[in-house]
């Protein structure tokens, strides 16, 4: 498995030298959001890299290419996911097919939505953990499509925006520490995002 999706990073890297680079990229983020295996700050990273002076430019078709494939994730939980109240044929091939993207952890998304719901989405776009299962799950769990719409959209280009922003600004540095540590960042976040938020509520509600 991790040879198969070693050889695919490759793969998608390698458009970074094609004259297809922004094509590729578009497409990358749209089917990433729900099937894709790798991430699109993959080909992010090394298209701004290329050209610094664009690094902005290629964030803002990452977000929109990705908000439109979350879109087609989400319609892919919403009307195919089910059959009655069992899986179809749809959902057993993600779970046996897609990396990432288990049966377990689509229930524990479940449980998050029922808990967490708005900010669940929103950390979504940071986490590790790959955003397909997010947007399917959205969908296939009648989360509002107006509050998955707004969530999405906003972490999505958050990331993407703050990624080439470091590009812009550092380069090759930053190039470096973001691949090292792009985890522990993520995870970082979403502990400060979940303590704001649980301060807010206890200031506001308490």
Not at 57 to 75: E, N, P, Q, R, T
Not at 131 to 146: R, W
Not at 174 to 201: A, D, H
Request: glycine share 6%.
């Amino acid at each position: 498995m991790f040879t198969v999706l070693r050889k695919l990073y490759n793969w998608v890297q390698h458009w970074s030298e094609t004259p297809y680079g922004l094509l590729a990229l578009f497409i990358l983020s749209f089917s990433e959001a729900s099937f894709f295996p790798i991430p699109p700050d993959v080909l992010l990273i090394a298209l701004a890299l290329g050209s610094r002076e664009q690094a902005l430019k290629f964030a803002l078709i990452c977000s929109i290419a990705s908000i439109a494939g979350g879109l087609v994730g989400y319609s892919i939980g919403h009307f195919i996911w089910w059959d009655g109240t069992n899986y179809n044929s749809i959902a057993i091939f993600f779970f046996n097919n897609v990396p990432g993207f288990t049966e377990a952890l689509f229930q524990k998304i479940q449980s998050q939505y029922n808990h967490y719901g708005f900010i669940i989405i929103f950390t979504a776009g940071f986490t590790p953990i790959p955003f397909k299962v997010f947007t399917i799950s959205a969908g296939a769990f009648d989360i509002s499509l107006p509050l998955f719409l707004i969530a999405s959209t906003i972490s999505r280009s958050a990331r993407f925006f703050l990624v080439s922003f470091l590009i812009w600004k550092y380069g090759e540095k930053i190039n470096y520490f973001i691949n090292r540590y792009f985890n522990i960042l993520s995870i970082l976040f979403v502990i400060i995002l979940f303590g704001s938020y649980f301060l807010i509520n206890f200031i506001f509600v308490n």
